[in-house]
């Protein structure tokens, strides 16, 4: 690349492109920040089609399939399901707040914020795979252990429980797959703010990660009551 | 390709294809029009792969009782042959070439937003392609390709899972181009280029990013839940449980008839382009084309029914479903209109890009009037699942998608390569393939619309005669696709030297040296015309 700097006037910065957080194919700093925020909402605009196409089918079998959901639903351990929703939400607090200590250049609270956000997340895995452990004992696994007990069903159909499993374990084991990715995205954030390399003038990548972060948050948010609470549990 | 340039000799100036040496410099390049050049070469690869099947299939049904495979061979060859065919070859084939060259060199941009992000896309790509292709040699796959359930997921025992996965991770590398595009349009464009000064190209480019975004993640979640179901012998399309198997197909079809938008808006685009510069006028009706390619892929969303007609839909959905595609066709044929009413009274020349591009226009408007057939309920129930529906979306993908590319990649090759194509050997190319797909193709038709079912590797003697043709066809068409392939090779080494505009025409993307300095222009470009300034008369700068 060095030999075209000879005759390419663009290959050497210029002046006003000092900033080394401008990547070469942007004009501005601003440019560059509203590009990174933009691809993140477009990504998530993929996102939701992805997660809808299971939010589409599990709507249609509900409505088809309702007392094998709500007995489905049932058996599920709601204090675990709220336990799960109050530390996502607590990790987002956490998340937007790094932000904020990125835009203002704090690098050490930062670190902390980002540690806090992803050990807040792996709590949150824990308790999901607590869960799914949980399941394996009650013999509520579709096609590799399935085999609930008659109080289980409550009176509804077998085959309706096993298909609403089948839901609660692809949409959370989808959900839960986002959150190992965010963590390691986020681990790879901090080393990044740790070793000072997260500046007021590029921070946008905190930025695009809390974006990701918030959004497989409202995921949950809308996984928490299809599945937990799913007729009527706390009457 | 690095050492064919290395060797050039001519060529002292520095341009993206001699700024660096090495087969490192090309797989970890970030810039825009090598990664376009890979894909070039891995789509070439893929495009024959999946022809050789076709040759395969057309030789096989010479014979009534079938003269060369088992029907289970068969099965697998019209399965891979769609697989390779429209997920790694149409899918990407504009886009991730031409697109990739030209959406940063049209906008006056020195890359696309997300350089890193455009070369995982390739290398998903790959990952892709080698899954589907160890499906390919390990045995093959037969299930069509649309997957359908519960076929796929409980009772065929050939490599779906590693053809799924395939497509699966492709659609990925799908997803990452069309957002790097949507991304560069809205944000890198050059002072002064507003929407309404884009080349029509770019309005076709935005409008299939637009499906690959939304559409693309869909199949991959329906593939994913039969990748599944049929690991674990149990899943939300699995009839046993109460699943319905027709929700795959909605699935399926919510991205794959969309997907049949992401495979001809790019092909409009180019030809948008080519009529425009072939007859020296500016476009008929600029924002009309511009919002048809909108219309088309917001349309495109809300049709995928009219692929389930017989799949036991109910029968007021099929109503829905046939008017809205019947809606399609309006921006459609403003399109057909606004490039015939651009050739009326134009400098016409048939230089080899134009001649694909008439052939697109003709070919293009009977595949899309042969789809009215079967967007009407009750015509579909004659000629659903028959050779009428293979000959309807040939004339569409190959007619059209296809002529398109080729189209394309003739008009654009001397910016690409800097050099110059033999224009007589690639006007008989252009020539061959039109003979050659017509032959192939419009007996189908009549086979169809007589009776002869798809997927058949066995048929009734009194189909004979139209099968021959058939065959006969595709042998002048397989030729035909290999011409092209050795005078444009050729030409990188020994044909004369492009300059900057060869065809006279106008866009940003012409007014840097070709091929292009690896930041696209010299000192970035300021826009302050409208498109397609042709009213002058032209001279060529050749």
């Given at each position: 690349?060095?030999?075209?700097a000879?005759?390419?006037?663009?290959?050497?910065?210029p002046?006003?492109?000092?900033?080394p957080?401008?990547h070469?194919?942007?004009?501005?700093?601003?440019?560059?920040?509203?590009?990174s925020?933009?691809?993140?909402?477009?990504?998530?605009?993929?996102?939701?089609?992805?997660?809808?196409?299971?939010?589409t089918?599990?709507?249609?079998?509900?409505?088809?399939?309702?007392?094998?959901f709500?007995?489905?639903?049932?058996?599920?351990?709601?204090?675990?399901?709220?336990?799960?929703?109050?530390i996502?939400?607590?990790?987002?607090?956490?998340?937007?707040l790094?932000?904020?200590?990125?835009?203002?250049?704090?690098?050490?609270?930062?670190?902390v914020?980002?540690?806090?956000?992803?050990?807040?997340g792996?709590a949150?895995?824990?308790?999901?795979?607590?869960?799914?452990?949980?399941?394996?004992?009650?013999?509520?696994?579709?096609g590799?252990?399935?085999?609930?007990?008659?109080?289980?069903?409550r009176?509804?159909?077998?085959?309706?429980?096993?298909?609403?499993?089948?839901?609660?374990?692809?949409?959370?084991?989808?959900?839960?797959?986002?959150?190992?990715i965010?963590?390691?995205l986020?681990?790879?954030m901090?080393?990044?703010?740790?070793?000072?390399?997260?500046?007021?003038?590029?921070?946008?990548?905190?930025?695009?990660s809390?974006l990701?972060?918030?959004f497989v948050?409202?995921?949950w948010?809308?996984?928490?009551?299809?599945?937990y609470?799913?007729?009527?549990?706390?009457? | 390709?690095?050492?064919?340039?290395?060797?050039?000799?001519?060529?002292?100036?520095?341009?993206?294809?001699?700024?660096?040496?090495?087969?490192?410099?090309w797989l970890?390049?970030?810039?825009?029009?090598?990664?376009?050049?890979?894909?070039?070469?891995?789509?070439?690869?893929?495009?024959?792969i999946?022809?050789?099947?076709?040759?395969l299939m057309r030789?096989h049904?010479?014979?009534p009782a079938?003269a060369l495979?088992?029907?289970?061979?068969?099965?697998?060859l019209?399965t891979?042959?769609?697989?390779?065919?429209?997920?790694?070859f149409?899918v990407p084939?504009?886009p991730?070439?031409?697109?990739?060259?030209?959406?940063?060199?049209m906008?006056?941009a020195?890359?696309?937003?997300?350089?890193?992000?455009?070369?995982?896309?390739?290398?998903?790509?790959?990952?892709?392609?080698?899954f589907?292709?160890?499906?390919?040699?390990?045995?093959?796959?037969?299930?069509?390709?649309?997957f359908?359930?519960p076929?796929?997921?409980?009772y065929?025992?050939?490599?779906v899972?590693?053809?799924?996965?395939?497509?699966?991770?492709?659609g990925?590398?799908?997803?990452?181009?069309g957002?790097n595009?949507i991304?560069?349009i809205?944000k890198?464009r050059a002072?002064?280029?507003?929407w309404?000064?884009?080349?029509?190209?770019?309005?076709?480019?935005?409008?299939?990013?637009?499906?690959?975004?939304?559409?693309?993640p869909?199949?991959?979640?329906?593939?994913?839940l039969?990748?599944?179901?049929?690991?674990?012998?149990?899943?939300?399309f699995d009839?046993?449980?109460?699943?319905?198997p027709?929700?795959?197909?909605?699935?399926?079809?919510?991205?794959?008839?969309?997907?049949?938008?992401?495979?001809?808006?790019?092909?409009?685009?180019?030809?948008?382009?080519?009529?425009?510069?072939?007859?020296?006028?500016?476009?008929?009706g600029?924002?009309f084309i511009?919002?048809?390619s909108?219309?088309?892929?917001?349309?495109s969303?809300?049709?995928?029914?009219?692929?389930?007609?017989?799949?036991?839909?109910?029968?007021?959905?099929?109503?829905?479903?046939?008017?809205?595609?019947?809606a399609?066709a309006?921006?459609s044929?403003?399109k057909?209109?606004n490039?015939?009413?651009t050739?009326y009274k134009g400098?016409?020349?048939?230089?080899a890009?134009?001649?694909?591009?008439?052939?697109?226009?003709?070919?293009?408007?009977?595949?899309?009037?042969?789809g009215?057939?079967?967007?009407?309920?009750?015509?579909?129930?004659?000629?659903h699942?028959?050779y009428?529906?293979?000959?309807?979306?040939?004339?569409?993908?190959?007619?059209?998608?296809?002529?398109?590319?080729?189209?394309?990649?003739?008009?654009?090759w001397?910016?690409i390569?800097?050099?110059l194509y033999?224009?007589?050997?690639?006007?008989?190319?252009?020539?061959?393939?039109?003979?050659?797909?017509?032959?192939?193709?419009?007996p189908?038709?009549?086979?169809?619309?007589?009776?002869?079912?798809?997927?058949?590797?066995?048929?009734?003697?009194?189909?004979?005669?139209?099968?021959?043709?058939?065959?006969?066809?595709?042998?002048?068409?397989?030729?035909?696709?290999?011409?092209?392939?050795?005078?444009?090779?050729?030409?990188?080494?020994?044909?004369?030297?492009a300059?900057?505009?060869?065809?006279?025409?106008?866009?940003?993307?012409?007014?840097?040296?070709?091929?292009p300095?690896?930041?696209?222009?010299?000192?970035?470009p300021?826009?302050a015309?409208?498109p397609?300034?042709?009213?002058?008369?032209?001279h060529?700068?050749?």
């Amino acid at each position: 690349m060095s030999e075209s700097a000879a005759t390419n006037p663009l290959a050497a910065p210029p002046a006003h492109r000092a900033s080394p957080a401008l990547h070469h194919q942007f004009e501005e700093l601003e440019q560059q920040y509203d590009a990174s925020n933009f691809g993140m909402w477009v990504f998530l605009a993929t996102e939701v089609m992805f997660f809808g196409g299971l939010f589409t089918a599990y709507i249609i079998y509900r409505s088809i399939y309702y007392p094998g959901f709500v007995a489905g639903s049932h058996g599920l351990e709601g204090d675990f399901g709220a336990a799960m929703t109050f530390i996502l939400l607590a990790s987002s607090f956490t998340m937007a707040l790094s932000v904020h200590a990125a835009r203002e250049g704090k690098r050490a609270m930062l670190v902390v914020l980002l540690l806090l956000t992803i050990f807040l997340g792996i709590a949150f895995l824990g308790i999901k795979f607590t869960e799914y452990g949980h399941k394996w004992h009650e013999q509520m696994v579709p096609g590799l252990n399935f085999n609930p007990s008659v109080e289980a069903l409550r009176g509804a159909p077998g085959n309706a429980v096993e298909l609403f499993m089948c839901f609660y374990f692809f949409m959370t084991g989808l959900h839960a797959l986002h959150m190992i990715i965010g963590i390691g995205l986020l681990s790879v954030m901090t080393i990044l703010a740790w070793r000072g390399k997260i500046r007021r003038d590029n921070y946008d990548r905190i930025e695009v990660s809390g974006l990701y972060w918030h959004f497989v948050d409202i995921i949950w948010i809308y996984l928490f009551p299809l599945l937990y609470l799913v007729g009527g549990r706390y009457k | 390709m690095s050492t064919a340039v290395a060797e050039v000799p001519v060529e002292t100036r520095i341009h993206y294809l001699n700024a660096s040496y090495g087969i490192k410099s090309w797989l970890f390049t970030t810039d825009h029009k090598r990664i376009a050049l890979l894909y070039l070469g891995s789509i070439t690869l893929m495009f024959f792969i999946g022809g050789a099947m076709a040759v395969l299939m057309r030789l096989h049904l010479i014979e009534p009782a079938g003269a060369l495979v088992q029907p289970e061979t068969y099965n697998k060859l019209f399965t891979m042959h769609g697989v390779v065919m429209l997920f790694f070859f149409l899918v990407p084939s504009i886009p991730a070439t031409l697109g990739n060259f030209l959406v940063p060199m049209m906008i006056g941009a020195r890359d696309l937003a997300f350089p890193k992000l455009n070369l995982l896309s390739w290398y998903v790509y790959i990952t892709g392609a080698t899954f589907t292709l160890y499906a390919l040699i390990s045995g093959g796959v037969d299930t069509g390709w649309t997957f359908y359930t519960p076929l796929s997921s409980h009772y065929l025992t050939t490599h779906v899972i590693a053809a799924a996965t395939g497509v699966f991770i492709n659609g990925f590398s799908s997803i990452l181009t069309g957002l790097n595009f949507i991304v560069t349009i809205h944000k890198m464009r050059a002072p002064g280029l507003t929407w309404k000064r884009m080349q029509l190209f770019l309005w076709s480019i935005y409008a299939t990013s637009v499906i690959f975004v939304l559409a693309t993640p869909v199949i991959a979640i329906a593939l994913f839940l039969v990748v599944l179901e049929r690991a674990f012998h149990v899943g939300i399309f699995d009839p046993a449980i109460g699943g319905d198997p027709v929700l795959f197909q909605h699935l399926f079809w919510f991205y794959s008839h969309p997907a049949v938008y992401i495979m001809i808006l790019p092909g409009m685009g180019v030809v948008s382009e080519l009529v425009t510069c072939f007859s020296r006028k500016k476009p008929f009706g600029y924002m009309f084309i511009a919002y048809s390619s909108m219309a088309i892929a917001m349309i495109s969303f809300f049709v995928w029914g009219h692929h389930m007609f017989v799949s036991g839909q109910s029968v007021y959905a099929g109503f829905i479903f046939s008017a809205l595609s019947f809606a399609v066709a309006i921006p459609s044929a403003i399109k057909v209109f606004n490039w015939t009413a651009t050739l009326y009274k134009g400098s016409i020349s048939y230089q080899a890009p134009m001649l694909y591009a008439l052939g697109f226009i003709g070919l293009f408007t009977m595949g899309g009037l042969t789809g009215l057939f079967l967007a009407s309920m009750a015509t579909d129930i004659h000629l659903h699942d028959t050779y009428f529906v293979i000959a309807h979306f040939h004339y569409i993908m190959v007619g059209g998608a296809v002529m398109g590319y080729l189209g394309g990649i003739h008009y654009w090759w001397p910016k690409i390569t800097g050099r110059l194509y033999h224009d007589g050997w690639a006007r008989f190319a252009a020539l061959v393939i039109f003979v050659g797909f017509n032959l192939t193709f419009f007996p189908q038709y009549m086979l169809g619309y007589l009776g002869m079912p798809r997927r058949y590797a066995v048929y009734p003697s009194e189909f004979q005669v139209l099968n021959v043709m058939s065959s006969a066809g595709a042998s002048i068409l397989g030729v035909g696709y290999l011409i092209p392939f050795i005078y444009l090779l050729w030409s990188i080494r020994y044909g004369p030297v492009a300059g900057s505009n060869p065809w006279g025409a106008k866009g940003l993307e012409w007014e840097t040296p070709s091929p292009p300095p690896t930041n696209n222009f010299q000192e970035p470009p300021v826009v302050a015309e409208e498109p397609y300034g042709y009213a002058e008369p032209e001279h060529a700068h050749v």
